[in-house]
């Protein structure tokens, strides 16, 4: 069965600041995807960033970076220039490239501190 | 375009009863999952429907089910409720045009105590 595991239940940041939420998961598949949700205290789930398997190249969306490092099964989060807006709930999620049908890790929740 | 929907948004059941909840996918999305979010269990998959069809389905007992509609709307459904099925249930849809996987959107959630 796949696995998900975030290491850090908490983190915080000072505003403007760098911060890394690191994921590891567990897989036999090659062909898989993976994300960051945030889930602010609305409880809305929003996608962050999203990473194909078979891409080397590692995704970025404007603030938020990954590091996806395939052999050693880690997927790591950067927030760079943090805003009291990221705020939340993480979430890391895998999927296998067979079906919308996600695995969670147990989430870590971000603190920004002004 | 409008987001995921989810109806209703809260919801107080007693145990024994059942419960049916709505869920309305992104305009032209045809592939809906439903997921459990207890403070326990974390977020835990149930199942996904594409093209009317179950595709995938989590490790949830019998009691839950679900279906799709031909205009891609999803209902769950839950029968003898227990109170351990006192959750968050979040909907997602996604523009998956056939195999594979692909982003999910994720609706507000319904949240549902079971007294």
């Known amino acids: 069965a796949q696995t998900v595991t975030q290491s850090q239940p908490e983190m915080s940041v000072q505003e403007a600041e760098t911060v890394t939420l690191s994921c590891t998961y567990d897989?036999?598949?090659?062909?898989?995807?993976l994300f960051w949700y945030k889930q602010p205290p609305s409880r809305q789930m929003i996608l962050v960033i999203r990473?194909?398997?078979?891409?080397?190249q590692n995704a970025t969306e404007n603030r938020f970076s990954v590091n996806f490092q395939k052999a050693a099964k880690s997927f790591s989060l950067k927030i760079s220039d943090s805003q009291l807006g990221d705020a939340a709930m993480y979430f890391c999620?895998?999927?296998?490239?067979?079906?919308?049908?996600?695995?969670f890790g147990t989430g870590t929740s971000l603190t920004v501190i002004p | 375009k409008a987001g995921v929907t989810q109806t209703p948004r809260y919801l107080i059941k007693t145990r024994g009863q059942q419960v049916t909840l709505s869920c309305s996918p992104i305009?032209?999305?045809?592939?809906v999952s439903w997921y459990q979010q207890t403070p326990g269990q974390g977020l835990q998959f149930l199942f996904e429907?594409?093209?009317?069809?179950?595709?995938n389905k989590g490790n949830f007992p019998g009691r839950f089910s679900g279906r799709q509609f031909s205009n891609s709307r999803s209902e769950m459904n839950v029968s003898t409720l227990e109170l351990g099925d006192s959750a968050l249930y979040l909907c997602?849809?996604?523009?998956?045009?056939?195999?594979?996987?692909?982003?999910?959107?994720f609706g507000p959630g319904t949240r549902l105590t079971v007294l």
């Open positions: 997602a849809s996604s523009p998956l045009r056939s195999g594979g996987t692909d982003t999910q959107y």
């Open positions: 897989t036999s598949e090659s062909d898989y995807y």
């Open positions: 990473q194909e398997a078979y891409k080397q």
């Open positions: 999620a895998y999927s296998r490239n067979t079906g919308n049908q996600f695995y």
């Open positions: 305009s032209g999305h045809r592939s």
């Open positions: 429907y594409f093209s009317e069809t179950q595709r």
